[in-house]
């Protein structure tokens, strides 16, 4: 398994859980670290226990309860989210979510459960933590870091930084090439494609 195979199975099954807001307690970190495990507990669930299907059921069930897309969707769109309406801007999560989910489980089905290794949490301010992580699997190792900031809302993770490069400005790159020539609408139908192929 080369290192770009094993980054993109490590970030269909760690980024789902990563942007999410990190509900009650004292030690955020903490209550990542256990959100991250239950997500990957579902993913590496027997295919007697649970096909994919179930799976993403299971793990959107999850994330109703415990995440919010929110902060880091909309800082990966940028600017051109403040002019989406309510009702665009909640069709949108649905099927980003939608899309992740879909994507990490059907691609880790046949893969080894990773380990992941936490180091010590960095308090870089009063509101905002790092928490890095060494994922790894077989003999390769991937060095995730959670941004995590404490918002009107809770403490939530705002960014990831893979191998030291920003996971949301390299989806904002994305998205603003996307609205320099097309809208909310094509963006709506790019999405509605990638979930009919998943």
């Known amino acids: 398994m080369t290192l770009a ?17 990190v509900h009650g307690g004292d030690d955020p970190a903490e209550d990542l670290k256990a959100a991250i495990d239950k997500v990957v507990d579902i993913l590496y669930l027997s295919e007697a226990d ?7 059921e299971q793990i959107l069930n999850v994330m109703k309860e415990d995440f919010s897309f929110d902060i880091m969707i909309q800082s990966a769109i940028g600017r051109p989210w403040l002019d989406l309406t309510p009702e665009q801007r909640e069709r949108i999560k649905v099927m980003m979510t939608d899309v992740l989910v879909r994507t990490f489980t059907s691609r880790l ?22 928490l890095p992580c060494a994922v790894k699997l077989g003999d390769l190792e991937v060095n995730l ?53 998943l």
């Open 50 to 56: 649970a096909d994919v299907d179930t799976k993403r």
């Open 109 to 130: 089905k046949d893969s080894k459960r990773p380990t992941l290794n936490y180091g010590e949490i960095k308090r870089l301010s009063k509101t905002r933590l790092s």
């Open 145 to 197: 870091s959670y941004s995590i900031g404490k918002f009107p809302t809770g403490w939530a993770v705002y960014d990831i930084l893979v191998e030291n490069g920003s996971l949301v400005a390299n989806y904002r790159s994305q998205f603003k090439t996307h609205f320099r020539t097309k809208g909310v609408d094509e963006l709506e139908e790019l999405l509605t494609k990638k979930l009919a192929e």
């Open 5 to 21: 195979k094993l980054k993109t199975l490590i970030l269909a099954a760690i980024v789902a859980v990563a942007i999410n807001s």
